[in-house]
């Protein structure tokens, strides 16, 4: 079948941006009917071929009522970041190049694009220079690696050799983290074989941080054992940030492998203003984070960082026969640092982001999005309601009369559509949660959507 590959890529392309461009305008989330959805994209599989365009026509018309606004000024539900207009577009040509980000050879420029966007990436959060990087899917996938080097070495400080005999019969690692761990955490503790059971939480301060003493206590308490600790950059709920510092110190002082969950919160660091909140984060051993979300990549994108290339490579990396040779250079290969060999070259689109915003677009972003936190808090509070958190970065926790009617709250703000804020429980209580980190939500942004969530309020009194 004759192609006209130009004619179909613009298409496609075009009908990105005609979602961009029109998505402020259409409700925040579409209230999909899922049985439309799956019979628009299900029945038999095909048997024909099809014209490309005719298949790309044919997608644009199933997938356009089931599209949700996460790209959107008003989307403020789970930690969603936009994608910002160069990073978008190196990622359409990611697509189009198709480049396999293994190594140098298959793909000198990814790999170029992964390492320069790495070291810029490693500047802005105030990791050391020398510390190596890993473009995975996301935050999940970096706090599974920054466990597995840590699970290397803590084993290997006790004698074992976990690469090699695996974890059946091993001294019992502890992963030892506050209460207000990601739930990332126990999944990444599952898939590593640690279990559940391995996990031993820590209490923390009214914010959700971790408290020091109490980690300090536990630590006391598990002498002898190998231990690694989970720290946190980033309350899901609060924004709260452990203090790095002493929590690392601390822990390093017990030898315990330190790992940071810095999925948003990590960020802060990109700017002045919030630097303050994660001072102390260039000593941890890993850190995971994500481009996705507050820098406005594209999804997925996620960074997995090792203060030990070595140990990082020794972890994750593999030998076969066919790629003898094929790396073209004495250190580290991108493959040998996360935990697929073939993967999307994410390289471009976090070069692109960062490329386009430069350090300071970049802590512009970072201060706007607390800034507009603030703002949504203040309008909000000035009408009555209560905000549950100090609002130190991108997170706002707030209820509105009597806790009890916040899903019906929530279920009517979804339904008008303005904004799209979800829902959470926090010390007990069911309450509204507003995360802001696309950045192109606008002041007007704010007071529109804090209006609609009023007015959701109102209705429901
Ligand atoms: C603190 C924290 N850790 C981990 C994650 C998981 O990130 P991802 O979904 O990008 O894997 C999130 C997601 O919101 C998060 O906020």
Redesign the pocket.
């Given at each position: 079948m004759d192609v006209d590959l130009h004619e179909l890529f613009t298409r496609a392309a075009a009908e990105g941006a005609r979602h961009r461009a029109t998505v402020a305008e259409r409700p925040a989330h579409p209230a999909p009917d899922p049985a439309a959805l799956a019979a628009a994209f299900g029945g038999p599989l095909p048997t024909a071929p099809a014209d490309p365009t005719a298949v790309v026509d044919e997608l644009v018309a199933a997938a356009t009522p089931g599209l949700v606004g996460t790209v959107g000024p008003r989307f403020f539900g789970?930690?969603i970041g936009g994608s910002s207009p160069a990073a978008t577009a190196a990622d359409i040509l990611a697509a189009g190049w198709d480049q396999c980000a293994y190594n140098e050879v298959l793909a000198p420029a990814a790999a170029a694009a992964e390492r320069a966007a790495g070291a810029w990436c490693k500047q802005l959060l105030r990791i050391p220079e020398t510390a190596s990087v890993g473009f995975v899917?996301?935050?999940?996938?970096a706090?599974t690696v920054g466990l597995a080097v840590g699970r290397h070495r803590v084993l290997a400080d006790a004698g074992w050799d976990v690469e090699t005999d695996g974890l059946f019969g091993a001294p019992r690692v502890a992963i030892v983290a506050s209460e207000e761990r990601?739930a990332?955490i126990d999944r990444a503790a599952r898939l590593l074989g640690f279990g559940q059971a391995s996990l031993e939480p820590v209490g923390v301060t009214h914010q959700g941080a971790i408290d020091v003493e109490r980690l300090r206590a536990a630590l006391d308490s598990m002498a002898g054992r190998p231990v690694i600790v989970c720290l946190?950059a980033?309350n899901?709920n609060t924004g709260a940030c452990d203090d790095l510092r002493a929590a690392t110190t601390l822990a390093h002082e017990h030898g315990a492998w330190v790992h940071v969950?810095g999925?948003?919160?990590l960020w802060a660091a990109a700017s002045p203003r919030t630097a303050h909140l994660v001072d102390g984060v260039e000593l941890p051993d890993s850190w995971g984070t994500?481009a996705?979300?507050w820098l406005n990549v594209p999804y997925d994108c996620?960074l997995a960082f090792c203060a030990d290339p070595a140990l990082h490579a020794a972890t994750m990396s593999y030998a076969a026969s066919y790629l003898t040779g094929s790396g073209a250079r004495s250190d580290f290969v991108l493959g040998d640092l996360t935990p697929e060999s073939s993967r999307r070259a994410r390289g471009f689109a976090t070069w692109a982001a960062l490329r386009e915003l430069g350090s300071d677009g970049v802590a512009d972003l970072v201060d706007r999005s607390c800034s507009l936190a603030r703002q949504m808090a203040d309008r909000l509070m000035a009408h009555g309601a209560t905000v549950h958190n100090d609002v130190v970065l991108n997170q706002v926790l707030v209820s509105i009369g009597d806790t009890s009617r916040t899903d019906e709250i929530i279920a009517r703000v979804q339904s008008e559509g303005t904004c799209w804020v979800g829902g959470t429980r926090w010390r007990g209580q069911r309450l509204i949660r507003v995360s802001v980190s696309n950045a192109t939500t606008t002041e007007a942004d704010i007071d529109a959507s804090a209006e609609a969530i009023l007015r959701a309020a109102k209705r429901v009194s």
């Amino acid at each position: 079948m004759d192609v006209d590959l130009h004619e179909l890529f613009t298409r496609a392309a075009a009908e990105g941006a005609r979602h961009r461009a029109t998505v402020a305008e259409r409700p925040a989330h579409p209230a999909p009917d899922p049985a439309a959805l799956a019979a628009a994209f299900g029945g038999p599989l095909p048997t024909a071929p099809a014209d490309p365009t005719a298949v790309v026509d044919e997608l644009v018309a199933a997938a356009t009522p089931g599209l949700v606004g996460t790209v959107g000024p008003r989307f403020f539900g789970f930690v969603i970041g936009g994608s910002s207009p160069a990073a978008t577009a190196a990622d359409i040509l990611a697509a189009g190049w198709d480049q396999c980000a293994y190594n140098e050879v298959l793909a000198p420029a990814a790999a170029a694009a992964e390492r320069a966007a790495g070291a810029w990436c490693k500047q802005l959060l105030r990791i050391p220079e020398t510390a190596s990087v890993g473009f995975v899917t996301g935050a999940q996938a970096a706090n599974t690696v920054g466990l597995a080097v840590g699970r290397h070495r803590v084993l290997a400080d006790a004698g074992w050799d976990v690469e090699t005999d695996g974890l059946f019969g091993a001294p019992r690692v502890a992963i030892v983290a506050s209460e207000e761990r990601h739930a990332t955490i126990d999944r990444a503790a599952r898939l590593l074989g640690f279990g559940q059971a391995s996990l031993e939480p820590v209490g923390v301060t009214h914010q959700g941080a971790i408290d020091v003493e109490r980690l300090r206590a536990a630590l006391d308490s598990m002498a002898g054992r190998p231990v690694i600790v989970c720290l946190q950059a980033g309350n899901i709920n609060t924004g709260a940030c452990d203090d790095l510092r002493a929590a690392t110190t601390l822990a390093h002082e017990h030898g315990a492998w330190v790992h940071v969950d810095g999925a948003f919160g990590l960020w802060a660091a990109a700017s002045p203003r919030t630097a303050h909140l994660v001072d102390g984060v260039e000593l941890p051993d890993s850190w995971g984070t994500d481009a996705h979300k507050w820098l406005n990549v594209p999804y997925d994108c996620g960074l997995a960082f090792c203060a030990d290339p070595a140990l990082h490579a020794a972890t994750m990396s593999y030998a076969a026969s066919y790629l003898t040779g094929s790396g073209a250079r004495s250190d580290f290969v991108l493959g040998d640092l996360t935990p697929e060999s073939s993967r999307r070259a994410r390289g471009f689109a976090t070069w692109a982001a960062l490329r386009e915003l430069g350090s300071d677009g970049v802590a512009d972003l970072v201060d706007r999005s607390c800034s507009l936190a603030r703002q949504m808090a203040d309008r909000l509070m000035a009408h009555g309601a209560t905000v549950h958190n100090d609002v130190v970065l991108n997170q706002v926790l707030v209820s509105i009369g009597d806790t009890s009617r916040t899903d019906e709250i929530i279920a009517r703000v979804q339904s008008e559509g303005t904004c799209w804020v979800g829902g959470t429980r926090w010390r007990g209580q069911r309450l509204i949660r507003v995360s802001v980190s696309n950045a192109t939500t606008t002041e007007a942004d704010i007071d529109a959507s804090a209006e609609a969530i009023l007015r959701a309020a109102k209705r429901v009194s």
